[in-house]
C-alpha cells in the first residue's frame, strides 16, 4: 500500500495499511467522487472554482455508489446531463480544515464522456464561476492554477 496524501502544509507518503490507520484515527473521512470529463474533441472538462481551475467531484451522498456520486456530481457542477461513466482512473487524497475538525477527503475519479452540444451552466452555490472544455495544450498551460491533486490527476490521465 502506497497512499500520497495532500496536506496544507505539504505532501505525506504512507506506505503500509498500518501507516493509513494510524494518520486517519483522528481525521473525519468525507468520501468523493469526480470525473475527467472528455468531449468528441478530446478536449477536458474544467471548472474554475475559488481562484483555481479544477475538476469536477464532490461528496458521496447516503446510499448512493461512488459510481452515482461522480455523475450526480458532474451534472450538478456543469449543467450536463449526457454523460457517459467510463472505467475507474485513480483516487487521490488530501486534507482540509472545516470547523475545527481535520477532513480527509479520498477523491475517486473517473474517465467520462460528453457527446453533443449541451449549454455548460456553473453551480454558483459551489463557487464555480466558469466552465470550459479545454485542450491538451491549453490545460498544461493552467497547471499552476490547479490544486495540486487536480494537477496529478490531469497529468497522468490527460
Same mark, same amino acid.
Not at 477536458?44 to 461522480?70: H, N, S, V, Y
Not at 455548460?120 to 470550459?132: C, F, G, N, V, W
Not at 479545454?134 to 490544486?147: F, G, N, P, R, T
Given at each position: 500500500?502506497?497512499?500520497?496524501?495532500? !496536506?496544507?502544509?505539504? %505532501?505525506?507518503?504512507?506506505? +503500509?495499511?498500518? +501507516? *493509513?490507520?494510524?494518520?486517519?484515527?483522528?481525521?473525519?473521512?468525507?468520501? /468523493? /467522487? =469526480?470525473?475527467? %470529463?472528455?468531449?468528441?474533441?478530446?478536449?477536458?472538462?474544467?471548472?474554475?472554482?475559488?481562484? *483555481? &481551475?479544477?475538476? $469536477?467531484? =464532490?461528496?458521496?451522498?447516503?446510499?448512493?455508489?461512488?459510481?452515482?456520486? /461522480? @455523475?450526480? !456530481?458532474?451534472?450538478?457542477?456543469?449543467?450536463?446531463?449526457?454523460?457517459?461513466?467510463? #472505467?475507474?482512473?485513480?483516487?487521490?487524497?488530501?486534507?482540509?480544515?472545516?470547523? #475545527?475538525?481535520? @477532513?480527509?477527503? $479520498? +477523491?475517486? &475519479?473517473?474517465?467520462?464522456?460528453? &457527446?453533443?452540444?449541451?449549454?455548460? @451552466? $456553473?453551480?454558483?452555490?459551489?463557487?464555480?464561476? /466558469?466552465?470550459? *472544455?479545454? +485542450?491538451?495544450?491549453?490545460?498544461?498551460?493552467?497547471?499552476?492554477?490547479?490544486?495540486?491533486? @487536480?494537477?496529478?490527476? %490531469?497529468?497522468?490521465? *490527460?
Amino acid at each position: 500500500m502506497y497512499i500520497t496524501i495532500h !496536506e496544507p502544509d505539504g %505532501v505525506i507518503q504512507l506506505e +503500509s495499511e498500518q +501507516s *493509513f490507520k494510524d494518520y486517519t484515527k483522528d481525521k473525519t473521512i468525507m468520501q /468523493a /467522487a =469526480g470525473g475527467l %470529463v472528455f468531449n468528441e474533441k478530446n478536449e477536458l472538462l474544467m471548472i474554475f472554482r475559488r481562484g *483555481f &481551475w479544477d475538476l $469536477p467531484k =464532490g461528496k458521496l451522498d447516503e446510499g448512493e455508489t461512488i459510481e452515482q456520486c /461522480a @455523475i450526480r !456530481e458532474v451534472q450538478e457542477e456543469t449543467g450536463l446531463k449526457n454523460i457517459k461513466l467510463g #472505467g475507474f482512473l485513480t483516487t487521490t487524497y488530501h486534507t482540509y480544515y472545516y470547523k #475545527g475538525q481535520t @477532513i480527509l477527503k $479520498p +477523491s475517486h &475519479w473517473y474517465k467520462m464522456e460528453n &457527446w453533443g452540444n449541451e449549454t455548460l @451552466i $456553473p453551480q454558483t452555490e459551489e463557487d464555480i464561476t /466558469a466552465i470550459q *472544455f479545454v +485542450s491538451k495544450e491549453k490545460a498544461y498551460k493552467l497547471l499552476d492554477e490547479m490544486y495540486p491533486t @487536480i494537477k496529478l490527476v %490531469v497529468e497522468q490521465y *490527460f
